[in-house]
């Protein structure tokens, strides 16, 4: 099943959104760590490249890219719970920006 595409703006705000509920978690719920792959397109296919937000329950992360379809990535990370797979409007080339503005936007919730 394809996932649905959405745009940046979408992906960043909900990324920032569970980094913050899990860096201010007041009540001690319990969670567990999670992905957020996130594929991109290329004439209007998926790109051979993705990227991986990996989110401890505390709400440290840590973003890897590659350079290959999701669906054939080799890593552990694959193999942990994805809380949901994005497919952004945008090329691989918008990639290394996309991160750059998660990094950022939790720079500036600090």
Not at 86 to 109: F, H, P
Request: proline share 4%; net charge negative; glycine share 4%.
């Amino acid at each position: 099943m394809e996932a649905p595409t959405v745009t940046r703006e979408t992906i960043i705000g909900n990324i920032l959104a569970t980094l913050k509920t899990r860096q201010h978690n007041t009540k001690n719920v319990q969670t567990q760590e999670i992905t957020f792959p996130i594929t991109f397109t290329h004439e209007h296919k998926e790109a051979a490249g993705c990227a991986i937000i990996h989110v401890q329950p505390d709400g440290q992360y840590e973003i890897k890219s590659f350079d290959t379809k999701y669906a054939n990535v080799e890593d552990p990370w694959r193999k942990i719970y994805h809380a949901a797979l994005y497919d952004c409007d945008e090329d691989l080339d918008g990639r290394e920006s996309l991160i750059q503005a998660i990094n950022d936007g939790v720079t500036a919730q600090s």
